[in-house]
């Protein structure tokens, strides 16, 4: 069998097969007599028809099986000629029978990239203490309070900051309609009617909400405010938007006592001791998944700085356009309209693009330290995990197991397996420093 594979950029390689005919012709006699064995033709009892009629008969049959027989065999002859990792052989391409009795074909294959692994053991995180700050569980209190507040109309006094405003407000970009200049909707920022917001730095833009301070209802006052130069909109990033706003309505909260009458609207039959412990029990556990995420996150980082090679371009497109699907999705469940997804279309692509490079690469570098360490899933690991999944979805574990099965997903889900059992690897043997800092940023 001749095998010729031509690699070349981005993972991909040219394999070129030549199948001699001795070859050929041995595999193809030894399909023909498994289909006289049992063939069934009109006139004669089954297995009994002449061997030339039924070749004649089954053609199309013998030749489709003749050939995808060759070319797997083909494919496992250049993975062991070549030790090639391959993640796709692609539609096998000019496949041809000669008439000297030869068969070749070539085909595309993607490859899985060759990673050199940066150095992954005894690797340093930094991380916060364990121990959860009182202020976190007052913030949380203060929240709840915040959620069960009254509003009343404040008179006789201009705005001031932590007040309520309730404004109407259009924007223009260097004397146009922000969405005119822009040539799309900006969303959010093109305006809005009744708009609430908090007199607080954070809130809304930044520098918008200060210039509301000193303002009486029915006050107008032109809002200037630049944007930063990474601003996700494409078009005004770094530019001035001036506001033309009108404030309609001053209110200010009115907290409830942090109280067991406030414990009860929360949890009938709780004090506010009960729910001062279980805001606790929350934060500490939130407290400590992000911790370990946070030790992950330090680790994938280390290898995106120190690894570099190159990735399927298909696998790019795919990963990226997964990401792209996420981020729309999560844009929606959080309000975002159509006007406003679709105005930042470039900016969601770019950003997913990047994380699909940087999911891909450490996916490699995991898989290619579980095979370093020998870290694999048995088949009584994925079997329980598969069957633990398929009761959380009240589906039967057999019927689950088998859909997977047909769908061809098993492999990618035992990988998926692996992948965690790498990271798990990763963080146990990596040399944690805990950090002054008791704050955790997402």
């Excluded at 040219?14 to 005919?21: A, F, N, Y």
């Excluded at 006052?221 to 309505?249: N, Y």
């Amino acid at each position: 069998m001749n095998i010729v594979v031509e690699k070349q950029p981005k993972c991909v390689a040219t394999l070129r097969v030549e199948i001699p005919s001795e070859k050929v012709s041995g595999q193809r006699d030894q399909i023909v007599r498994g289909y006289a064995s049992k063939a069934k033709v009109p006139g004669f009892r089954p297995g009994k028809a002449p061997r030339a009629l039924v070749e004649k008969r089954f053609e199309k049959e013998i030749t489709e099986e003749l050939n995808g027989a060759l070319i797997n065999e083909a494919y496992d002859e250049a993975l062991k000629q070549e030790s090639l990792k391959v993640l796709d052989f692609g539609v096998p391409e000019n496949v041809t029978n000669h008439e000297d009795g030869t068969l070749s074909f070539q085909a595309v294959l993607t490859l899985a990239p060759e990673v050199a692994l940066p150095d992954y053991k005894n690797l340093t995180v930094k991380v916060p203490s364990a121990e959860l700050p009182d202020e976190e569980v007052d913030a949380q209190l203060q929240a709840l309070r915040e959620r069960f507040a009254d509003f009343k109309d404040i008179e006789g006094r201009a705005a001031a900051m932590g007040d309520f405003a309730v404004i109407d407000y259009t924007s223009t970009v260097e004397g146009q309609p922000t969405d005119e200049f822009l040539g799309k909707s900006a969303g959010y920022l093109t305006g809005r009617e009744g708009f609430w917001v908090r007199l607080d730095e954070k809130a809304f833009l930044p520098g918008f909400t200060v210039q509301l301070v000193d303002l009486n209802v029915g006050d107008s006052k032109e809002i200037k405010v630049t944007l930063p130069d990474d601003f996700p909109v494409s078009g005004i990033a770094g530019k001035e938007l001036v506001f033309q706003t009108t404030l309609k309505e001053l209110k200010e909260a009115e907290l409830p006592e942090l109280n067991d009458e406030l414990a009860a609207k929360l949890a009938p039959g709780k004090s506010i001791d009960d729910i001062r412990s279980i805001i606790r029990e929350n934060l500490q556990a939130e407290r400590k998944r992000k911790i370990d995420d946070s030790k992950v996150n330090q680790i994938v980082t280390h290898f995106n700085e120190n690894a570099d090679f190159e990735l399927p371009e298909a696998l790019i497109n795919q990963e990226t356009q997964s990401q792209a699907d996420a981020m729309v999705d999560r844009g929606i469940k959080s309000g975002m309209t159509e006007d406003e997804i679709s105005s930042q279309q470039s900016e969601i692509f770019a950003s997913a693009s990047t994380q699909a490079v940087a999911n891909l690469r450490t996916n490699f570098i995991l898989q290619e330290i579980a095979r370093a360490e020998n870290i694999t899933v048995s088949d009584n690991e994925l079997i329980n995990h598969l069957a633990q999944i398929a009761t959380q979805r009240k589906v039967a574990p057999k019927k689950f197991i088998r859909d997977l099965q047909r769908a061809g997903r098993i492999n990618n889900i035992r990988s998926s397996m692996v992948i965690g059992k790498a990271i798990d690897f990763l963080v146990e043997h990596a040399t944690v420093e805990e950090t002054n800092d008791a704050t955790l940023d997402e």
